[in-house]
């Protein structure tokens, strides 16, 4: 992508640089660090940070003054030809506390506050990438937002920056992520959308791996003396304590803590007026002798006190040493604390050193606690550098490297895909095989962007076992797998069963997976076959996929058809749907929206409506790139009863959390999946199924015409209907008549002069209904409503079905659709009448 460019990044409340060091020892540049205690700041220039003095930032970050240094930075890399930062780092100090608790903690909500600092300036800067770490809470803790009312920060985060970023939020344990000790911490990695196609925050997180012992971190360090400094490491130092506690942790073993030795005096206590006062225990971690075998504690701010938690050394009466944090937090041991090497400090008299230890030594430990792993964030510098040095193309340019080296020839595409002479990413090589599948169009299979992955990862459920088996029944070129890996990289085995009727499609698929790195614990089963005619044999904890959307012949479908249970669909997917149920405990899969709503797919709703359905995700048309159909993802739990189904909406941003029974109500003729208290509200007032419906489909372009004679009737056409309904507009170049001897043979002239049928719009969110009139003739972007019962509407009613209200109504009575919006013998049932306006 940009593999010649000098990678950069800026770093804010970055303490003394620990974690962000991990993206200097990556390569990159860092543009300018901001940090408000000056001793700090030394650190980072010490370990020479910033290419110019000038990156040194040492002020308040809510000042205009500040912001401004941050600008001028920027503006000096630009001039050098830096086109962009290309990571934000902000690692805000937060108070964790709960949104309501805010009454009782305004100080905490200030403070919490520079998160939304933060996201300003991600706002302002507009990086390719930026990172958030902090508490575990961090998402939920409370904080100001810019409108001035107090929301989570992870809703602050989201509705701030979600428009022009692609956001992930996970809590890990960095003990599994390439700490060496337990710290469970909440990282936020956004992607900006403009890289979305080929990349996503998900896949820039570091690998899992199984976490070391405390031995194997610092097992082979030299022990130390009362009060030894190691002479070959300065840093192999420990702070003392009055010796008289010596006692207390003397004869702990490992686990134990001095509060329970049977003796008061080893006992923590004063001493007051010659009597024993006992220390108050007031965590259970204190003055408790560490484990060897186990990982390393959480290292906090005071980790030079016996007092503070988990301090005290597996064997020696001690604390930990500086190189021993040091070790635990992956900071490497060329990283300096003050502006002296490691051999000049090591050849200071011994008085010296002590003298140095004193001044720097709480300075250094509280850093080490306050720091991120630098190793953690050296992973995520490494995989964004591995992105950003390879190419991604756009479609354009893809289509031509699929003509300039013939690629539609499956040898050819092969060869392309292991030698990769263009240095493509893995999304790149991927859709390239996906625009050359000869297949596409019959299979009706399609690219499963980053975008939709992302937010499907979040949703996925956690299957709490050993050993769990997945089956992909349609896998295609493998979009959904590094995702499934990411999810479940913590459990022991995870058995993977990958199924493509094109065989072509697996060989490619084993193809791109060699460029990757495989988690150890998957196991990958390859198998070509037609999933929906294949005995798999074994039940499933998972079955997740994209399957292809297809309509088949009658012929085509009748074999899949046989063990269906909805017998009026012919789609592919609702096949995949259905078998996916029996074979799993768990299903995952994308859907035509369609389903939500036509008939054809009414009894797949009612099966579904059996199954506990934990979200459905509305991606609108932005589930496939150029591809104009709606789509939604589907999660749901085959074993469980009905609750609750979070709704969660990418095109409308909103999310809500409703009553599965609410949205699936059998009052109506479909879900009504954004279903609130105004529409409830409106259908109280509202008698509805009142009409039934027809749509033409003979009357085209290729039997009307633009000239009016005498012996031909007006077409009305949707744009020809005015907004209120109640006249029809002449529009040059629209407009368009057909012959009477022509219209008599057609459906549709039954309804010609029908002064008791209405005239609707088709595929509208403006819906308005006017009277039939004699000489016109309807097309299929007009739909005819047929009352089922002799009625005429009054003048109010006509003018109620083109008001704010009712479209706001309509609306959600069509879930938002914007391609599926027929008016159809289901969606006819929503053109209700108002009861007091209707005479029956």
């Known amino acids: 992508m940009l593999k010649d460019k000098t990678l950069t990044y800026i770093s804010l409340f970055s303490c003394a640089g620990v974690g962000c060091f991990g993206f200097k020892k990556a390569g990159f540049e860092c543009i300018a660090t901001n940090e408000l205690i000056e ?48 990571v934000l780092i902000a690692t805000p100090p937060c108070q964790g506390m709960s949104v309501a608790n805010h009454k009782k903690a305004e100080n905490e909500i200030i403070r919490n506050s520079l998160v939304v600092e933060s996201v300003h300036l991600v706002q302002k800067i507009n990086p390719r990438f930026f990172i958030f770490e902090n508490v575990a809470a961090f998402m939920k803790t409370g904080c100001t937002a810019p409108d001035g009312s107090v929301k989570a920060i992870g809703d602050v985060i989201y ?11 996970r809590i890990l344990n960095f003990k599994n992520y390439g700490s060496n000790s337990s710290r469970t911490r909440t990282v936020v990695i956004g992607v900006n959308r403009e890289m979305a196609e080929y990349v996503s925050p998900i896949e820039l997180y570091p690998a899992y791996v199984e976490e070391k012992s405390l031995r194997s971190i610092i097992g082979n360090m030299p022990e130390l003396e009362w009060g030894e400094i190691c002479s070959s ?20 073993k490992e686990g134990e803590c001095a509060f329970d030795n049977q003796d008061e005096l080893k006992r923590p206590h004063k001493i007051v007026d010659g009597k024993i006062v006992p220390n108050i225990q007031k965590n259970g971690d204190k003055y408790t002798r560490q484990y060897w075998d186990k990982v390393a504690p959480c290292i906090h701010t005071r980790n030079d006190q016996l007092a503070s938690q988990n301090t005290v050394h597996p064997k020696e009466d001690r604390v930990f040493s500086v190189r021993e944090l040091m070790k635990i937090m992956t900071i490497p041991d060329e990283f300096k604390w003050v502006n002296f090497s490691l051999e000049e400090l090591n050849a200071l008299p011994e008085k010296n050193k002590k003298a140095l230890l004193k001044k720097e030594e709480i300075k250094i430990r509280q850093s080490i606690g306050e720091a991120v792993p630098t190793n953690v964030f050296f992973q995520i510098a490494e995989n964004i550098k591995n992105f950003m040095e390879q190419e991604h193309f756009t479609t354009a340019i893809i289509n031509k490297t699929i003509e300039n080296y013939k690629l539609e020839d499956a040898e050819n595409l092969i060869k392309f895909i292991q030698n990769n002479p263009l240095n493509l990413g893995n999304a790149s090589l991927a ?41 992909e029944p349609s896998v295609g070129i493998g979009n959904f797998l590094p995702f499934i890996f990411k999810k479940y990289e913590e459990t022991k085995e995870v058995n993977i069963d990958v199924v493509d009727i094109d065989g072509r499609n697996l060989e490619i ?5 060699a460029k990757q790195k495989i988690p150890s614990n998957m196991k990958l089963n390859f198998i070509q076959a037609d999933t929906l005619l294949y005995d798999f044999n074994k039940h499933y904890d998972l079955v997740i996929g994209n399957p292809p959307f297809s ?11 046989k063990n269906n249970i909805n017998k009026e669909t012919t789609n592919t997917f609702e096949f995949f749907l259905e078998k996916a149920m029996t074979l799993s405990d768990y299903v995952v899969m994308i859907t035509p929206k369609a389903v939500l709503n036509t008939p054809e797919f009414r009894k797949t709703r009612d099966l579904l409506a059996t199954k506990k359905i934990d979200c459905i995700q509305d991606y609108g048309e932005n589930g496939f790139k150029g591809v104009l159909v709606e789509t939604i993802c589907l999660f749901v739990d085959t074993n469980e009863k009905p609750n609750e189904t979070k709704v969660e909406s990418l095109t409308l941003k909103k999310t809500v959390v409703q009553k599965q029974k609410y949205i699936t109500d059998k009052e109506y003729p479909y879900w009504i999946i954004y279903r609130n208290d105004f529409f409830d509200g409106i259908s109280q007032r509202l008698d509805f199924d009142k009409f039934t419906v027809f749509r033409d489909r003979q009357i085209t372009n290729s039997n009307t015409t633009q000239d009016k004679g005498k012996d031909c009737l007006r077409v009305i056409k949707s744009r020809n209907i005015s907004d209120d309904g109640k006249e029809i507009i002449d529009i040059p170049g629209y407009d368009s008549y057909i012959k009477k001897d022509t219209v008599e043979n057609l459906s549709a002239y039954k309804f010609v002069g029908n002064q008791n049928v209405y005239l609707t719009p088709n595929m509208t969110y403006k819906p308005r209904v006017m009277r039939n009139s004699g000489n016109i003739v309807v097309n299929g972007s007009v739909a005819v409503l047929i009352p089922k019962e002799k009625m005429a509407l009054s003048e109010r009613q006509m003018e109620y079905f083109s008001s704010a209200e009712y479209r706001k109504f309509y609306q959600i009575a069509r879930n938002y659709q914007t391609r599926s919006l027929n008016v159809d013998a289901t969606s006819v049932f929503f053109y209700g009448v108002l009861k007091e306006c209707c005479n029956g």
């Not at 700090?40 to 010490?46: D, E, G, H, S, T």
């Not at 979600?162 to 992930?168: F, N, P, R, V, W």
């Not at 000869?438 to 076992?465: M, W």
């Not at 698929?509 to 997976?513: C, I, M, P, S």
Request: hydrophobic share 35%; glycine share 2%; with cysteine.
């Open 39 to 86: 001793r700090r700041i030394n650190v980072q220039k010490f370990n020479d940070k910033c290419k110019f003095d000038s990156g040194y930032i040492c002020d308040d970050i809510t000042t205009e003054e500040t912001k401004n240094k941050i600008f001028a930075e920027i503006k000096k890399w630009e001039k050098m030809g830096n086109d962009k930062v290309d």
């Open 551 to 561: 309509k088949l012949k009658s012929k085509d479908a009748a074999k899949y058809l």
């Open 431 to 471: 859709r390239i095989a996906e625009l050359t599948n000869s297949k596409r169009e019959n299979n009706a299979a399609y690219y499963t962007n980053k975008f939709i992955l992302n937010e499907i990862f979040k949703e996925l459920p956690s299957i709490e076992k050993d050993v769990i088996t997945i089956l």
């Open 159 to 169: 509705e701030e920056l979600g428009e022009k970023y692609i956001i992930a939020s």
């Open 233 to 252: 490491d300065f840093y192999h130092a420990f702070r003392t304590y009055p010796e008289r506690m010596r006692c207390w942790i003397h004869d702990l």
């Open 509 to 513: 698929l084993r193809l791109l997976l």
